[in-house]
């Protein structure tokens, strides 16, 4: 299966600071998903954008998508400290009429008080 | 929202034994549930597609015959790590969409995820 790429890697900003992390993919997509992962915890489902919809907000949460590109960000605003995370994209395909989540390897997020 | 478990959450086991994972949807039923491992500070993996009452869907590069999965019902999925080896650790993870999502919108909207089982094979 094809992965998403996803940058940066890692990202460490300043408490109050915007935090934005890019999702590129390879195939047409039915959805665009962004997951956030506490260490050592499970997943966590934050938004979910589909293939027809450009922006979604959801609290400090801003997702756009770009199918022209096959990409898509995610934007929190004022970050916390409790934000500190990895965040994960993963795009929902429909491959022989099976639908299948397609993961990027996601974005360290530290956020320093 | 919807709970999907996993059980157990945490096993040790000794190298050529077989551990069963079991993954349940505790409020829906779930036609297909997905099973993945992630290795420490690496995105998730999908292992295969499990499909209420029929054969799973293995990725490539899954030995299919090593984890065997069994969809028996609309709320039990469970992945038995056959023979396991120290490779085998890792963190197994489930997860599940809402039955009629998927033909209703064309695929399923929101996939709710298990805790996580961490396998340590010595």
């Known amino acids: 299966s094809q992965q998403g790429e996803e940058?940066?890697?890692?990202?460490?900003?300043?408490?109050?600071?915007?935090?934005?992390?890019?999702?590129?993919?390879?195939?047409?997509?039915?959805?665009?998903?962004?997951?956030?992962?506490?260490?050592?915890?499970?997943?966590?489902?934050?938004?979910?954008?589909?293939?027809?919809?450009?922006?979604?907000?959801?609290?400090?949460?801003?997702?756009?998508?770009?199918?022209?590109?096959?990409?898509?960000?995610?934007?929190?605003?004022?970050?916390?400290?409790?934000?500190?995370?990895?965040?994960?994209?993963?795009?929902?395909?429909?491959?022989?009429s099976n639908y299948q989540l397609i993961w990027g390897a996601g974005t360290k997020l530290i956020i320093k008080p | 929202g919807a709970v999907v478990s996993q059980h157990p959450s945490w096993v040790i086991c000794k190298s050529g034994t077989s551990v069963k994972i079991e993954c349940r949807s505790l409020d829906f039923q779930a036609t297909t549930m997905f099973w993945y491992r992630q290795f420490p500070k690496q995105s998730l993996m999908l292992m295969a597609t499990s499909n209420e009452g029929s054969k799973a869907t293995y990725e490539q590069g899954v030995e299919k015959d090593k984890f065997l999965i069994n969809h028996a019902s609309l709320t039990l999925s469970t992945l038995t790590v056959t023979s396991a080896h120290p490779e085998d650790s890792s963190f197994y993870i489930c997860s599940s969409g809402r039955v009629g999502g998927f033909r209703a919108s064309g695929g399923a909207d929101t996939q709710y995820f298990g805790p996580g089982t961490r396998l340590t094979v010595l």
């Not at chain 1, 590129?24 to 039915?30: A, D, H, L, P, V």
């Not at chain 1, 922006?55 to 997702?63: D, F």
């Open chain 1, 7 to 96: 940058d940066p890697q890692a990202l460490s900003i300043q408490e109050g600071e915007n935090a934005t992390m890019n999702c590129s993919y390879k195939t047409s997509i039915n959805n665009l998903q962004w997951y956030r992962q506490n260490s050592g915890r499970g997943l966590v489902h934050l938004i979910l954008i589909r293939s027809n919809e450009r922006e979604k907000h959801s609290g400090r949460l801003r997702v756009t998508l770009d199918t022209s590109k096959k990409s898509s960000s995610l934007l929190i605003t004022a970050s916390r400290a409790a934000d500190t995370a990895s965040y994960f994209c993963a795009t929902g395909q429909l491959l022989d």
